[in-house]
C-alpha cells in the first residue's frame, strides 16, 4: 500500500498550509487503531519526526513545531493531515505520513514544502 501525501506548495515565512494523507487502501478497522505520523526530510538532513497521533488520540510533536503544526485523523475518510501555520523557512522539506498498524507499516510519497523568508 503506497500512501501519497498532498498539499505541499511555496508560501512565504508565516503562511499556512495544510498537508493531506488519504490511506484508502488500508481496511478502517486498522486504520483507526494505527499509530500516524509526519515525517519530513530537509536539505541535507535526516528524516526527522514531526508529529505522532495514537488510536487514543495522544498526540506528540517536535520541538520545532509544537504550538504551530497541529495532526488530525478523519477515521470516516481514513485520511491524515498536518495542520501548518506559522510557517518558517527551517520548515522548509519534503514531508512524508506514515501510517503503522496491524497490517503493515506504510509510508507515502513526499510532498514538498517550500517556506520563502
Request: net charge positive; glycine share 12%.
Amino acid at each position: 500500500v503506497q500512501l501519497q501525501a498532498s498539499g505541499g506548495g511555496s508560501v512565504q515565512a508565516g503562511g499556512s498550509l495544510k498537508l493531506s494523507c488519504p490511506a484508502s487502501r488500508i481496511i478502517t478497522s486498522v486504520f483507526v487503531k494505527s499509530r500516524m505520523a509526519w515525517y519530513r526530510q530537509a536539505p541535507g538532513k535526516q528524516r526527522e519526526l514531526v508529529a505522532a497521533l495514537v488510536s487514543g488520540g495522544s498526540t506528540n510533536y517536535s520541538d520545532t513545531v509544537k504550538g504551530r503544526f497541529t495532526i488530525s485523523r478523519d477515521n470516516a475518510k481514513k485520511t491524515l493531515y498536518l495542520q501548518m501555520d506559522s510557517l518558517e523557512p527551517e520548515d522548509t522539506g519534503v514531508y512524508y505520513c506514515n501510517v503503522d498498524g496491524a497490517s503493515g507499516n506504510y509510508w507515502g510519497r513526499g510532498t514538498l514544502v517550500t517556506v520563502s523568508s
